[in-house]
């Protein structure tokens, strides 16, 4: 079982009169590497200070492994808690290479000599952080982003059990960012912490095991990556609409806001897609994200494109895994067909229980039907005995279009875009 680091319960802290942080608790285990994120003026850093002893709390307790936080002498406060502020200015000229061995201060004894193990650190970090070729330049005389790396390196050097690192990437360009979270990570594992601000969620998210949310000095969420981020506690505290899609690379939530274009007065065009199978899964991302009214059906409940439209909250008519389609869905899928400006068709299994998600084109205007179906052989694997098929055909022959993909088939869905002063 991994130990508890910190342990904070019922923190409250200001800096006048009022409290900026109101009853926090948090519980943080070794090997974690957390990530607080929230709004600007939520907390974030008074909440960092507190932990880096740069400011005093009025009530609540801190413990760190086992000890009241205040029971520390500085100095062993020092072998145990590393802190990178969000402004770190040194008016002085010093050498990087000093700068860095700054940061063992709390295991030289005084009057003494750095050691060798302390040289070893400092050259350690130096090269972990990329900023050993900087090791004889006057930190005075950095770039932000290469100052930021050196600070990160002094606190590396310092080698801490908990790293408190606020907004350690603010200036940092996105090769070093990814370079240095990964050894931030790395050196949570070993019985460990590190504590980052971040605002990049989708940094956070894909590197941090939990995330802290933060609102209006309290702690509005504490979970892992998928438990915190969601639409609904993203959009109550960044006040955004998000859209929380899964990053590819690393399996984790990705959040992103949706465009400009849905406050835009641009009329869309009414899409029904009838998909399944996955099939329909790009499109209603692509179309939905694009702002286009998009109605989907009908699907099977479980049917990975009834899941996709669920996410993105379409209006999806749904029956239960392989039954029949029913005459109220039937009823109800042809006033979404009649309604829309579009209905697109995209290549799927089609069984006489679905039968009538074809059938029922036949009621509709065939200019308004697009099909995104192979260009060759039959146009659907079909298990209607060739009748779906034939249907599709016939809808083909009397002015159904057929389009390869979705670049063709969004070109021929904006034509019908029009602002709305074309519709007063
Ligand atoms: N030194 C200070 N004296 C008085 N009030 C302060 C001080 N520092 C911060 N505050 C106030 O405390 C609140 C929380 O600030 P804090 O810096 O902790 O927020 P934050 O979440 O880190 O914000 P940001 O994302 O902008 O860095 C804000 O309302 C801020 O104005």
Redesign the pocket.
Known sequence: MNNTILDINSLCAG??QED?LKEISLKIDEQSFIGII??????????MQVIARSLSFRNGEVVLLGNSLESYSFRDFGKHVGYVP?ECEIKFRYPVYEVVMMGRNPHIDRFQSPSQEDHDAVRRALLVTGTDSLADRPVTELSGGERQRVMIARVLAQDPILLLLD?PFAHIDIHHQYELIRIIRETSRDKRAVIG?F?DINLAAAYCDQIVL?YE?RVRAYGKPEEVLTTELIHEVFKIQPVIDINPATGTPYMYVEEEWKKSDIHKPRIHLISGGGTGSYLISLLSRSGYPLSCGVLGENDSDCLMARKYDIPTLAEPPFSRISLEMEEKLTKLIQKADFVIVTSMPVGWGNYPNIRILEQIDPKKIICILPSSGPYLPDFTGGVATDTIKRLLSSGAQMVSGPGELLKIIQSKDYSNDTMQ
């Open positions: 800096y006048e900026i929230g709004p600007n003026g939520s907390g974030k850093s008074t909440f969000q907004e601000i605002h933060m000095g």
